[in-house]
């Protein structure tokens, strides 16, 4: 028997990397029965022939993404445009909530420096850096920064997600041409990027694995409450305890430190605007719950 890891499943087949090898599997009838097989399971799998074989066994997970359907993630890189489309930091923040939801580490690529002056790259990248998060600048078509992108990678499981339009599909061919994965064009109409790809696979690259995911536009919060919103925004949350009231949502209550450090120029205005836009999205679905 040996042991490997599921790279990609489609039409009941999982493509299984072992080694240098992958081989072409399907899951024993009673494991499909008891959970389904993602990209990102380590299987244990029994060889019939040349390159083919039967999936036994799944060893334990330690997380599971449920949008992108991929197992043991380590990391998020979440890849922003800084321009050609504009970019949407409201969806990176609405993302940043599910992964510290999650419990997922995140690294912030911002993508396209070439078609920005630095000094509002910098702006930007400084938003998220102060809040406490790993930033990178990249220019996926001419390949700056992106050593550095490649070093973090290493060893890891890393899910590669962001709108379509970002540039996900030129960075992973800028790191590996052999890949020549398709590249979609903005929409002229919509400022948007088109759809590129259309299934999870996780492609070996810089001795770690990458889940390219099909690209988003939307990503919905789970349910929770206004109280918790707070918490997933690591440098409002840093102030938040010394707000008078327990249960402060730092709108309008009085004596809210939260209100100080914005004040203060200690919390951006764009992420704290960002959060008073979800916390009102939190409140609407309680009446609905």
Not at 10 to 39: D, H
Not at 117 to 133: D, F, H, P, V, W
Not at 184 to 210: A, Q
Request: charged residues 25%; contains cysteine; neutral net charge.
């Amino acid at each position: 028997m040996k042991e490997g890891l599921i790279i990609k499943g489609y039409g009941g087949f999982y493509y299984v990397r072992s080694g240098k090898e992958t081989w072409c599997c399907r899951g024993r009838g009673r494991l499909r029965r008891k959970q389904s097989l993602l990209p990102g399971d380590h299987v244990q799998f029994t060889p019939l022939q040349k390159e083919e074989g039967v999936i036994e066994a799944i060893e334990e997970r330690k997380n599971v993404l449920r949008r992108p359907p991929v197992a043991n993630v380590d990391q998020v890189i979440h890849v922003v445009s800084l321009a050609n489309p504009e970019p949407d930091l409201k969806l990176l923040d609405r993302s940043l909530v599910i992964c510290e939801l999650e419990q997922l580490s995140v690294i912030i690529c911002f993508n396209k420096i070439d078609l920005l002056n630095s000094e509002r790259a910098e702006e930007l990248e400084s938003i998220y850096r102060k809040a406490g998060y790993h930033t990178i600048c990249i220019s996926a078509l001419f390949g700056h920064g992106m050593e550095k992108l490649c070093q973090a990678l290493a060893g890891k499981i890393s899910v590669l997600s962001g709108p379509s339009g970002a540039g996900k599909s030129t960075l992973l061919n800028s790191m590996d041409p052999n890949l020549s994965l398709e590249t979609g064009e903005i929409s002229k109409k919509l400022k948007r990027g088109k759809h590129t790809t259309r299934h999870v696979l996780l492609i070996p690259l810089c001795d770690g694995f990458v889940a390219d995911t099909p690209g988003f536009s939307n990503l919905e919060l789970p349910p929770m409450k206004r109280v918790d919103l707070a918490c997933f925004f690591p440098e409002i949350n840093e102030f938040a305890d010394q707000c008078r009231f327990d249960d402060c949502i730092h709108l309008d209550e009085p004596d809210c430190a939260v209100k100080n450090a914005l004040d203060k120029r200690l919390i951006s205005s764009t992420r704290y605007e960002n959060y008073k836009h979800l916390l009102q999205e939190i409140i609407s679905k309680e009446r609905i719950y």
